[in-house]
């Protein structure tokens, strides 16, 4: 307990410029690298359009290197390929290439643990 890692997949699919929200991108890597610096293990940008390369680059002038070091924009076929082998088919849905059913978190139920 306590040396858990955050895989994060951030899919800009449905991103338009009206929804895009710089400030909020760089609160929530902001609040990953202050207060939880070494649960980040990798954080994986998929289906990145255009006109977010400038976004980007306006939200990681605000993060620290060693938080950047650990984004990967995935925008090849090599780069997907290792994504997919780094979080492994059997974990990864099928829509980004692996054999697990996507679940939306609204969908998501827990049972109680037992004591």
């Given at each position: 307990?306590?040396?858990?890692?955050?895989?994060?997949?951030?899919?800009?699919?449905?991103?338009?410029?009206?929804?895009?929200?710089?400030?909020?991108?760089?609160?929530?890597?902001?609040?990953?690298?202050?207060?939880?610096?070494?649960?980040?293990?990798?954080?994986?940008?998929?289906?990145?359009?255009?006109?977010?390369v400038?976004?980007?680059?306006?939200?990681?002038?605000?993060?620290?290197?060693?938080?950047?070091?650990?984004?990967?924009?995935?925008?090849?076929?090599?780069?997907?390929?290792?994504?997919v082998?780094?979080?492994?088919?059997?974990?990864?849905?099928?829509?980004?290439?692996?054999?697990?059913?996507?679940?939306?978190?609204?969908?998501?139920?827990?049972?109680?643990?037992?004591?």
């Amino acid at each position: 307990m306590g040396n858990e890692k955050l895989v994060g997949i951030l899919d800009l699919q449905q991103i338009t410029f009206k929804n895009v929200d710089a400030r909020g991108l760089i609160t929530g890597f902001q609040f990953l690298q202050s207060y939880y610096p070494e649960r980040l293990s990798k954080c994986f940008i998929l289906n990145m359009p255009r006109f977010f390369v400038s976004v980007w680059r306006m939200v990681s002038y605000f993060l620290d290197k060693a938080t950047l070091e650990k984004i990967v924009i995935v925008s090849n076929e090599d780069e997907r390929w290792e994504f997919v082998k780094e979080i492994g088919e059997e974990a990864l849905p099928k829509e980004y290439g692996g054999r697990s059913n996507l679940i939306a978190l609204q969908d998501v139920t827990l049972t109680p643990l037992e004591d």
